[in-house]
C-alpha cells in the first residue's frame, strides 16, 4: 500500500465515524496525515510496512471508538513549528496568543520583558514559547493542578529550559509575584457550551475548560488582581475565545485592544496595566490610559 492509499482510507474511516477536530486538525484528511506522519516521519510515495499498517490501523480503530483527541493518542501536539508533550492531565495546545508570540506581540511592547508569567500554564507550551521569543526572559509557569504542572515540567525539560522557566503551583496570582508581561489561556467556556461538547472535548479536564454561566469567572479574577502583579509599563494578553461581547459589556470603562489573529480580532485582548482596574475599582470603572502600538 502506497502512502497516498493509506491517507485516503484512513481519512475516509474518520469521515464516515463523524468525528470532531480541532485538536490540532480542521478536517478528516489533515488529522489522517498527522497520525501517519507521526508513524512514517514522512508523507511521500513509498511502500507502507506492514507493521506500519497495523499500528496505523491499531490507532485509527483508538481514534474512532474512543473519540480520543488524536493528540492525546500520540502524547504530542503542535503549536506552530513547536511540538509539546501532552496527556490528558491538560487541555490540546490550540491558543492564539502563540501565533502572537510569533509575529505581533513586540510593537504593543515598551521594552523586552525581563520577567514574565503564563497563567494558567496547562502544558507549558506558552510558557516555553515566551522563553524561545524573549531571549533573556524568566518566566513563571503558573497552574493550579499539579498534574498540569507535570507535563509542564516534561516540555521545560524538552526544551532544556529549566534555567529560566520556572513551574508554580498557585491559584492564579496567590503565590505570583510581579513581571513585565503577562500570558493568559484560562477557561473560558461557558456552561451552556459546556454542557453541549462533543465527545473529543470531553476528555479534557473540565477544570481546564469551564467558566461558569458566561464563560468569564477566570477572566474577572484576572482582571481584578493583574495590575497588581504588573510593573509600571507592563501587559496582559488573554485568550477568551468568543466571549468578546460579554466581556465588553461586563467592563464598559475599559478600551480593550483587540489583535488580529487567523481567527479574526476578539478571541486576545491587550491591556496595558495603567488600564487595569485597580484593587478597589469596580469592573466597570472607566480608566483615562488607552493602549497603542509602538510605531
Not at 55 to 65: C, N, Y
Not at 118 to 144: N, W
Not at 257 to 285: D, H, K, M, N, Y
Amino acid at each position: 500500500m502506497k502512502v497516498s492509499q493509506l491517507l485516503r482510507q484512513v481519512a475516509a474511516r474518520f469521515s464516515r465515524a463523524k468525528l470532531h477536530y480541532g485538536h490540532g486538525a480542521h478536517n478528516a484528511r489533515e488529522e489522517a496525515g498527522w497520525l501517519i506522519s507521526s508513524v512514517l516521519g514522512y508523507l511521500l510515495e513509498e511502500e507502507v510496512q506492514p507493521k506500519d499498517q497495523r499500528k496505523i490501523a491499531a490507532l485509527a480503530a483508538r481514534r474512532v471508538r474512543e473519540r480520543m483527541p488524536l493528540a492525546y493518542l500520540l502524547k504530542e501536539a503542535w503549536l506552530g513549528e513547536h511540538a509539546f508533550y501532552v496527556d490528558e492531565r491538560v487541555i490540546v495546545p490550540r491558543s492564539f496568543i502563540a501565533e502572537l508570540l510569533r509575529e505581533q506581540l513586540r510593537p504593543w511592547l515598551q521594552a523586552e520583558p525581563k520577567t514574565a508569567l503564563d497563567l494558567c500554564t496547562g502544558s507549558g507550551c506558552l510558557a516555553v514559547l515566551l522563553a524561545l521569543t524573549f531571549e533573556k526572559v524568566r518566566v513563571d509557569a503558573a497552574d493550579i493542578s499539579a498534574g498540569a504542572l507535570a507535563v509542564a515540567k516534561k516540555n521545560i525539560a524538552r526544551y532544556e529550559l529549566g534555567g529560566r522557566v520556572r513551574p508554580v503551583r498557585s491559584d492564579l496570582f496567590a503565590k505570583l509575584k510581579k513581571y513585565d508581561l503577562i500570558v493568559s489561556n484560562p477557561p473560558y467556556v461557558t456552561a451552556r457550551s459546556m454542557k453541549k461538547l462533543p465527545a473529543e472535548y470531553r476528555h479534557e479536564p473540565a477544570l481546564a475548560l469551564a467558566a461558569g454561566d458566561d464563560g468569564l469567572d477566570l477572566v474577572r479574577r484576572i482582571l481584578a488582581q493583574a495590575r497588581q502583579h504588573l510593573n509600571p509599563g507592563g501587559l496582559l494578553v488573554c485568550e477568551i475565545g468568543g466571549n468578546r461581547k460579554a466581556l465588553e459589556r461586563a467592563y464598559p470603562g475599559i478600551e480593550f485592544a483587540w489583535p488580529e489573529t487567523s481567527e479574526g480580532a476578539g478571541s486576545v485582548f491587550i491591556l496595558a496595566r495603567e488600564q487595569l482596574p485597580s484593587a478597589s475599582a469596580g469592573g466597570g470603572r472607566r480608566t483615562s490610559a488607552k493602549l497603542s502600538r509602538a510605531p
